[in-house]
């Protein structure tokens, strides 16, 4: 048997913004984001994730009238050299939720993009379990960073093994997942609130369970109670392994996550499943 590698330990610094958008007003939005760049810059984040259309907020997602003045662009565009600049003055990766708006295109799409410190912009995700009022993603694309090789999906993705293990397959060591769901209860209690966010957790730990990667989950903070954002670390037994999780409405969550750089997850799951993936292709 060929001999194995020893681990090769990084350790990389991550974050998830659980930061309250205000609807529909991009200026302040991004004007925030940008703030809490600088405080995450200032606790030595490497990695930083912002939550779905943080750019926008998205209680307008059920309102069309609201959806057609929404503010989009193309990315990459302004919007993305705010962030650029940003990423190279604090020296970190980027990961930021918006509305995409293609040149010369009426298909809008929910789309998150990555900028890096030296890199500039590194490219995009599409939501591909999309609302009906976008057009779905097509591609999912794995990045290669400074401090190990990401993957991102946006919220409703997580629903999707395929999607999940296709970023594994393609060298992903991490996951970051922009997402922005709540609930408008009447009277929301504690409760209620975790009774409805366990079948989407479940989903999220199982992503990251059954590709052996961690999770940094990036919800949008709601006025109203404590969202759900966390960092949780990819065990397969007993509870789950929170690196950080949210205790408040909004809040900067950071952890320290390793990466084994010797590690390569693709190859084996190649070796092991290669038959299955070739029947998944032919059904």
């Not at 003045?69 to 565009?77: F, S």
């Not at 057009?135 to 999912?140: L, Q, S, V």
């Not at 709601?222 to 759900?228: D, E, I, K, L, P």
């Not at 670390?233 to 320290?256: V, W």
Request: a positive charge.
């Amino acid at each position: 048997m060929p001999k194995q590698q020893a681990p090769q330990l990084t350790t990389v610094r991550v974050a998830a913004a659980q930061m309250i958008s205000r609807n529909g007003n991009t200026p302040a939005n991004i004007t925030k984001a940008l703030q809490w760049c600088d405080r995450a810059a200032a606790r030595n984040v490497q990695i930083l994730c912002f939550p779905e259309a943080a750019s926008t907020g998205f209680d307008w997602i059920k309102d069309k009238r609201r959806f057609a003045k929404l503010h989009c662009e193309p990315v990459p565009g302004p919007m993305v050299k705010h962030f650029e600049k940003k990423a190279a003055a604090t020296n970190m990766y980027i990961i930021m939720g918006m509305i995409e708006q293609p040149r010369h295109s009426s298909k809008r799409y929910n789309t998150a993009f990555l900028v890096g410190p030296t890199e500039g912009y590194m490219g995009k995700y599409r939501k591909i379990l999309a609302e009906r009022v976008f057009a779905p993603g097509r591609e999912a694309p794995v990045f290669e960073t400074a401090h190990g090789r990401l993957g991102i999906f946006i919220c409703a993705d997580k629903r999707s093994p395929e999607i999940a293990r296709l970023l594994t397959l393609r060298g992903a060591q991490m996951f970051f997942q922009p997402t922005n769901y709540s609930y408008r209860l009447k009277n929301p209690s504690s409760y209620e609130i975790r009774k409805r966010y366990q079948g989407k957790f479940s989903a999220q730990r199982s992503r990251a369970m059954e590709n052996g990667l961690p999770l940094i989950a990036a919800n949008a903070g709601q006025s109203g109670y404590v969202n759900n954002s966390f960092i949780i670390a990819p065990n397969s037994q007993g509870p789950p392994h929170f690196l950080a999780r949210a205790t408040r409405k909004e809040q900067l969550l950071t952890a320290d996550i390793e990466i084994d750089t010797h590690r390569d997850l693709a190859t084996a799951f190649k070796k092991r499943m290669g038959w299955l993936f070739k029947e998944i292709g032919r059904a």
